[in-house]
């Protein structure tokens, strides 16, 4: 397993904005948590809401001297497919993976998670790869959301600690990272199929304001989600979310 160091904040308005803001002060392979976060943010300018109940929220600073070769595309899917294992063996949930990220409980999102990019001098200098999962989030809260969510604690009923499954997810981050590294998405490929929902069926696609009917086809060997549209094209998705 890649050795990495855990920063722990009492509290923080985004766990990917301090790691940004502070980029210069961590080396490749930092994991920042809190257990609180007031202002979390979400693709596309979308908010990741939270409440003053603990929750997981986690930054992976990730650096490199050369990121030719990274698997920028499936880094996010790394991640889900991890959070998935998490889910199912120590909490014995059933998570499916909504393209590309997301992660459900029978349909509800628990986690979300979010890449982004430092740049310096025209350079990519880091990624800040951010993951909220909703662990102990109350059922008012969840309510409040515009889609459906559920937490851990709405599942089981249960409070947990949220620094031993923030150190689970990072030790199971790092335990085969380099793998992944190397093998881009054909290391989790597998892993991410069978968690993948939607495939196979109609789905609405939402590329900005964009809305579309699809048939979703396939996840392909990029990890890309390919589509075949009501003029019967085939297309390939790079970006934009998968509705219900
Ligand atoms: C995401 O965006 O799902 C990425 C969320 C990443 C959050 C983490 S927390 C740690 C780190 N620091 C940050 O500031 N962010 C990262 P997206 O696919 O755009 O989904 C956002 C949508 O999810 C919202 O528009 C809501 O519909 C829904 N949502 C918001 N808060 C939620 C929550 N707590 N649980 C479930 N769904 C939520």
């Given at each position: 397993m890649s050795e990495y160091t855990l920063v722990t904040l009492n509290?923080?308005?985004s766990t990917n904005g301090f790691a940004l803001n502070n980029i210069?002060?961590?080396q490749d392979k930092t994991v920042i948590f809190s257990p609180l976060q007031s202002s979390?943010?979400?693709?596309?300018?979308r908010k990741w809401i939270s409440d003053d109940s603990n929750n997981v929220y986690l930054s992976f600073v990730l650096k490199s001297d050369n990121f030719i070769n990274f698997p920028f595309q499936n880094l996010t899917q790394y991640l889900s497919?991890?959070?998935c294992n998490i889910l199912e063996k120590e909490f014995y949930l059933?998570?499916?993976?909504?393209?590309?990220?997301?992660?459900?409980?029978?349909?509800?999102?628990?986690?979300?998670?979010?890449?982004?990019?430092?740049m310096s001098e025209n350079k990519l200098k880091a990624i800040v790869l951010g993951i909220g999962?909703?662990?102990?989030?109350?059922?008012?809260?969840?309510?409040?959301?515009?889609?459906?969510?559920?937490?851990?604690?709405?599942?089981?009923?249960?409070?947990?600690?949220?620094?031993?499954?923030?150190?689970?997810?990072a030790d199971a981050f790092f335990e085969n990272y380099e793998n992944f590294l190397?093998?881009?998405?054909?290391?989790?490929?597998?892993?991410?199929?069978?968690?993948?929902s939607f495939l196979g069926k109609n789905i609405t696609?939402?590329?900005?304001?964009?809305?579309?009917?699809?048939?979703?086809?396939?996840?392909?060997?990029?990890?890309?989600?390919v589509v075949i549209n009501n003029s019967n094209k085939e297309c390939t998705m790079i970006t934009g979310d998968v509705l219900c």
């Amino acid at each position: 397993m890649s050795e990495y160091t855990l920063v722990t904040l009492n509290n923080v308005e985004s766990t990917n904005g301090f790691a940004l803001n502070n980029i210069n002060s961590y080396q490749d392979k930092t994991v920042i948590f809190s257990p609180l976060q007031s202002s979390g943010r979400g693709r596309f300018n979308r908010k990741w809401i939270s409440d003053d109940s603990n929750n997981v929220y986690l930054s992976f600073v990730l650096k490199s001297d050369n990121f030719i070769n990274f698997p920028f595309q499936n880094l996010t899917q790394y991640l889900s497919v991890v959070i998935c294992n998490i889910l199912e063996k120590e909490f014995y949930l059933s998570p499916a993976i909504k393209w590309p990220n997301d992660i459900l409980i029978d349909g509800a999102k628990i986690s979300g998670i979010l890449a982004e990019s430092f740049m310096s001098e025209n350079k990519l200098k880091a990624i800040v790869l951010g993951i909220g999962l909703n662990v102990n989030l109350s059922p008012d809260t969840l309510n409040s959301i515009d889609q459906k969510a559920v937490s851990l604690y709405s599942l089981t009923g249960k409070n947990f600690d949220v620094l031993s499954i923030a150190k689970k997810i990072a030790d199971a981050f790092f335990e085969n990272y380099e793998n992944f590294l190397s093998s881009g998405f054909s290391f989790i490929k597998n892993d991410y199929l069978k968690r993948c929902s939607f495939l196979g069926k109609n789905i609405t696609v939402k590329n900005f304001d964009f809305c579309e009917e699809v048939f979703a086809k396939e996840i392909n060997d990029e990890g890309l989600l390919v589509v075949i549209n009501n003029s019967n094209k085939e297309c390939t998705m790079i970006t934009g979310d998968v509705l219900c």
